[in-house]
Nanobody, 128 residues
Framework: QVQLVESGGGSVQAGASLRLPCVASGRALNGLALGWFRRAPGKEREFVAAINWNTGNQYYGDSVKGRFTISRDHATNTMYLQMNSLKSEDTAAYFC?????????????????????WGQGTQVTVSS
């Protein structure tokens, strides 16, 4: 079991930056993939970014490439999402997720069904 707790959301103006931490606990994260997804009102859940905990390889959704950066800190078991140049269309609830090894093994980082553990979400609101 992996427990995930996100924080760092808030209300900002367009062009601002936010950093979202996700603290993981419960088991070692070696061999796992961790990711960020978001859901805006009335829209489907969208892949944002993911990282292979071991290799550090990063994967991004097209809408955030060049603006968002995912990273991890082994010492604190924390994953971060650095969000720069925020736009109103980035407004959503952001969720961190972890798999049980399948996503990291298969490379299917972009699909939510491969992730087994989810945080409670943190709201990001960007006003223009």
């Amino acid at each position: 079991q992996v427990q995930l707790v996100e924080s760092g959301g808030g209300s900002v103006q367009a062009g601002a930056s936010l950093r979202l931490p996700c603290v993981a606990s419960g088991r070692a994260l070696n061999g796992l993939a961790l990711g960020w997804f978001r859901r805006a009102p009335g829209k489907e859940r969208e892949f944002v970014a993911a990282i292979n905990w071991n290799t550090g390889n990063q994967y991004y959704g097209d809408s955030v490439k060049g603006r968002f950066t995912i990273s991890r800190d082994h010492a604190t078991n924390t994953m971060y999402l650095q969000m720069n140049s925020l736009k109103s269309e980035d407004t959503a609830a952001y969720f961190c997720a972890a798999d049980s090894g399948y996503v990291a093994y298969s490379g299917s980082y972009y699909y939510p069904h491969g992730y087994d553990y989810w945080g409670q979400g943190t709201q990001v609101t960007v006003s223009s």
